[in-house]
C-alpha cells in the first residue's frame, strides 16, 4: 500500500490538491482501512486544520518565523483574523459534537491519540471509541455542510 496519496481538499479558499501521507494520523489510518468516510475523514481534517491554524496545541519554544510584510495582495486574510476565525470554526464544530463526544474528538483528530489509548484513557470498553467517534464526525461534517 502507498503512504503518500494525492487527494482534492474543499476549504473556504477553494479546491486545493494536497498529497497526505495515510500513515501519519489516527484519522488517515482509518480511512485506509475503512472504518471512516470520506465524509468523516474530511470532517475530521477540517477540525484539525482548525485546530492547527488557531494555535491551539502546546507551544514549546519561542516562535521564530520573520514579521509578516506589507504589499501582499490584500486577498489573505491578517494571521491574527485567520488564527481567530479557525478558534470559532473549531469551537462551533466541538459544540455541534455536543458533550461527550467533543473527548473522542480531540483526543483522535487533534492530538493523534490512537483509538485504543482514548478508549484507555476515557475509560471505555474496547471497539467502543470506533463508533462513538464516527458519531461525532458526522456531526461535525454537518457543522462543516460537507455532503
Excluded at 482534492?8 to 489510518?29: F, H, K, L
Excluded at 485567520?82 to 462551533?92: E, H, N
Excluded at 459534537?97 to 485504543?116: H, K, M, Q
Aim: proline share 5%.
Amino acid at each position: 500500500m502507498r503512504e503518500l496519496v494525492e487527494r482534492v481538499i474543499e476549504d473556504g479558499a477553494g479546491r486545493r490538491r494536497v498529497t497526505v501521507n495515510q500513515a501519519e494520523s489516527p484519522m488517515a489510518w482509518l480511512a485506509a482501512r475503512g472504518h471512516v468516510s470520506l465524509r468523516q475523514l474530511e470532517a475530521g481534517e477540517r477540525l484539525r486544520a482548525d485546530y492547527e491554524t488557531a494555535s491551539l496545541g502546546p507551544h514549546v519554544t519561542m516562535r521564530w518565523d520573520a514579521t509578516p510584510r506589507g504589499g501582499g495582495s490584500g486577498e489573505r486574510l491578517d494571521p491574527t483574523l485567520a488564527q481567530i476565525a479557525a478558534r470559532r470554526r473549531f469551537d462551533g464544530a466541538v459544540a455541534a459534537a455536543g458533550p461527550g463526544l467533543a473527548d473522542i474528538l480531540w483526543r483522535v483528530v487533534c492530538a493523534g491519540e490512537g483509538l485504543g489509548p482514548a478508549e484507555k484513557s476515557l475509560g471505555w470498553p474496547s471497539r467502543a471509541g470506533k463508533l462513538v467517534l464516527c458519531f461525532a464526525l458526522d456531526r461535525i461534517a454537518d457543522f462543516y455542510g460537507l455532503r
